[in-house]
């Protein structure tokens, strides 16, 4: 079946929409510093930051994709984008770190909640054929994100104050996310599905009793964790190692360019192989990449790590949508994807958390990277266990 040209308007303007969520989200590395330096902070104190917005976006995504479901991803995209847009501001505006848990953790969260699952879960009814190369192209925005805007920040906080930075940020964000979300669109398969339309598939409470999307559920749990510290912390390593401001915070752009390499190749690669087999070989990829980062004693091997664990997560996320769509069908994918997502929100808030008070009462991350292997090692049987349990029907 051929698809609609439009299909591919839809698949650049989530590209462009999860590019700046989630270049916002990761410039959270940028800031770090900047942040701990203004409030006195420890790690620990700054990393509730990232963690609060993170939990906030991934505990109602489900909600986001409800919405999406009802009134369309445009609507509720544009109301994101305008929401980030605010909280970064009021962020520009923070005189102490509570006001920046409020503005940037929940605030910026609660925008990204309401652009995340409804953008990326709008492609996957567009397509059949080439489900998994137009999703890995859609979501590999987020590696384009990570990659240029953390970079753009620090380079722009060198000649002028954070909060002008910040300032800066919200308005590229109105601008650029507020073009991006007008092109959103429903596909037609889909229309209706909100009020009682016909398109094929579970709805989100037949989709919750099955086997599948538990195993699926409890991999997503345990694999957010390793997902999500490395964001946080590994500018912050490179750091300890004497390392200059603009190569630890390149680090997270080398998970960009990672995490873009591999959403774009994925797609094409699970769509031979099998997407629920590349997830398996995903998920213990991502854990192997600690090793290099536990080895790591200069900026080579940061590097190599940042590359190789930017590939692994990148693809991962990348086929979450479309193994929704193959597993459960489209007639409540967004609000499916977005329960999927919540899954995150735990290891996303206490993760870089937790991680930031073993360094503070160690000294080092060992510790942090050997319960991450663990945990990946879980993930992979979890997400082994998915594979088995159900077949794909859609």
């Not at 490395?230 to 300890?240: L, M, Q």
């Not at 699970?270 to 991502?286: C, N």
Request: aromatic letters at 12%; charged letters at 10%; a positive charge.
């Amino acid at each position: 079946m051929k698809e609609a040209p439009y299909a591919w308007v839809v698949v650049w303007a989530t590209f462009v929409c999860l590019a700046i969520i989630f270049g916002v989200s990761y410039s959270f590395a940028a800031f770090f510093e900047s942040f701990a330096t203004e409030f006195s902070a420890q790690r620990a104190d700054v990393s509730w930051i990232f963690g609060l917005s993170g939990f906030v976006y991934f505990v109602l995504g489900a909600g986001g994709g409800m919405l999406a479901d009802r009134f369309g991803p445009r609507r509720v995209c544009s109301a994101g984008m305008a929401l980030i847009a605010l909280g970064l501001l009021a962020t520009s505006w923070a005189t102490s770190l509570l006001a920046v848990y409020l503005s940037y953790g929940l605030l910026v969260g609660l925008g990204i909640a309401l652009v995340y699952t409804p953008s990326i879960a709008s492609v996957q009814p567009w397509f059949t054929t080439r489900r998994g190369l137009a999703g890995g192209i859609a979501s590999s925005g987020v590696g384009a994100g990570t990659l240029l805007v953390p970079v753009l920040v620090a380079m722009a906080i060198g000649p002028m104050p954070w909060r002008d930075a910040m300032r800066g940020l919200a308005l590229g964000v109105l601008v650029l996310g507020l073009l991006a979300a007008a092109l959103m669109r429903r596909a037609p398969a889909t229309l209706g599905t909100g009020t009682g339309g016909s398109a094929s598939g579970l709805t989100l409470r037949e989709t919750l009793r099955t086997p599948t999307f538990r195993w699926f559920y409890l991999a997503t749990v345990l694999a957010s964790p390793v997902m999500f510290i490395p964001f946080a912390h590994v500018s912050a390593s490179a750091r300890d190692l004497g390392l200059s401001e603009a190569l630890a915070v390149g680090l997270v752009g080398l998970i960009g360019i990672g995490s873009l390499v591999g959403r774009f190749a994925i797609g094409w690669v699970a769509d031979r192989l099998g997407r629920a087999q590349t997830l398996v070989l995903l998920q213990l990829s991502m854990g192997a990449s600690y090793l290099l980062w536990g080895a790591a004693s200069g900026y080579v091997m940061l590097a190599l790590f940042a590359l190789w664990f930017g590939l692994s997560y990148g693809s991962i996320v990348s086929l979450l949508p479309a193994l929704c769509m193959d597993y459960f069908g489209g007639k409540s994918v967004a609000s499916v994807v977005g329960t999927l997502y919540s899954g995150a929100a735990v290891g996303n808030l206490l993760g870089p958390v937790l991680a930031g008070a073993v360094f503070d009462y160690s000294g080092h991350y060992f510790g942090v990277m050997a319960v991450c292997l663990a945990l990946s090692l879980c993930a992979t049987f979890a997400s082994r266990q998915m594979k088995n349990s159900g077949q794909m029907r859609y």
